[in-house]
């Protein structure tokens, strides 16, 4: 049985993302995320990459919330760019590591004050094995019909799926079932947390499944009201009553933000999502010289 785990590479410097990543695995799908494989016996990896960062913050976003661990190439001479990224390290609250040709005092001065100053320094990504934390969810990316099979979906496990499992489809709610499984075109019975899944399904229509974004265990909490606490970066401004995209587990809601206190907040979100341990807030329309990552919400 396959299990993995979920990596992020992210950089200014996109010819070195790629360079990184193909040290860690092979190019496997190429499109608006890019995502590399390696396969040892039963792990895999799956290494992931914003292809169209830093134009699209969500799809930076949406990468480093489905990871666990984020590989950050610092160049030497940094750019906004670089602040940028590591304020969305420090808002997903990720492990990881900085691969820098600059001294590390250089860069623990430059982060203070964020997480991300305590990532190790080096100078070439790290080989290592893990497993994705069980969330009870099944992030969804695509969805088609296959003749003779039916519809199917891709996306990554988080947490563990057998054949004939019973799943809610978020945001329509609609009750499926897992009809087979694929990984990397092997069919399995089951598969455990970390994984770049293909799902065959029973009971819905392609058209049911073209704005999915979850498949969910029905233990899973869902809500379109968050109450939670807010951290806000210094530079970074909220407005209360604003309209803020909010992101986790790779999914990103449109919602209103209500400031109820200084540090509690209530967010309205325009469809059900998980409530995951933290969400961040994105301002995509934020002014020149304010960040676009505003900080994130911690449910209460």
Known sequence: MYYGNVVTVISSDKEKSK?????LGKLHENEK??????KKENYIRSVLIPRDYPEKILDAAEAITLSSYCIFYLPTTPSWIDGEIALL??????????????????????FKGLPIENFPVVNS??????????????????AFVVKGVGVVVTGFSYTTVKVHDKLKAIPIGKDVEIKSIQVLDEDQEEVE?????????????????????LLIK?????????????????????????????????????GKL???????????????????????????????????????????
């Not at 947390?193 to 974004?213: C, H, Q, S, W, Y």
Request: with cysteine.
């Open 218 to 254: 029905n233990e899973i909490k869902i809500s379109k009201t968050i109450k939670g606490k807010i951290f806000t970066f210094p530079w970074s401004t909220i407005n209360d009553q604003g309209n803020y995209h909010f992101v986790s587990n790779g999914v990103s809601v449109m």
């Open 19 to 23: 360079l990184i990543a193909e040290n």
């Open 258 to 300: 209500k400031m109820i206190d200084n540090a509690t907040v209530e967010i309205s979100l325009n469809d059900e999502i998980p409530i995951s341990e933290r969400f961040l807030v994105i301002d995509v329309n934020a002014k020149q010289g304010k960040p676009r990552i505003v900080g994130y919400i911690t449910p209460i």
């Open 89 to 110: 390290i420090s808002a997903n609250n990720c492990k990881g590591e900085i691969i820098s040709d600059l001294p590390a005092e250089n860069i623990k001065k430059l």
């Open 125 to 142: 990504p790290s080989d290592f094995e893990e497993k994705e934390k069980d969330k009870g969810i099944i992030y969804i990316d695509k």
């Open 193 to 213: 947390p970390g994984i770049r899944i293909g799902f065959a399904l029973r009971n819905v229509k392609e058209d049911e499944m073209k704005d999915t974004f």
């Open 33 to 38: 995320i890019q995502i590399y494989y390696r």
